[in-house]
């Protein structure tokens, strides 16, 4: 049981890690962000 809620957990991570970095990359691309942008 606890397997599987971990490995759920690690690809909802994954996704969601995903799906930031690319919406970094779209907004620098659209200057919303400048390109120097670093992440804390």
Known sequence: MMDGL???GFV???V???RVE???KTLKAQGTL???YKEE
């Open 6 to 8: 971990a490995v759920i």
């Open 12 to 14: 909802f991570g994954l």
């Open 16 to 18: 969601a890690f995903i």
């Open 22 to 24: 690319k919406l970094i």
């Open 34 to 36: 400048t390109e120097d």
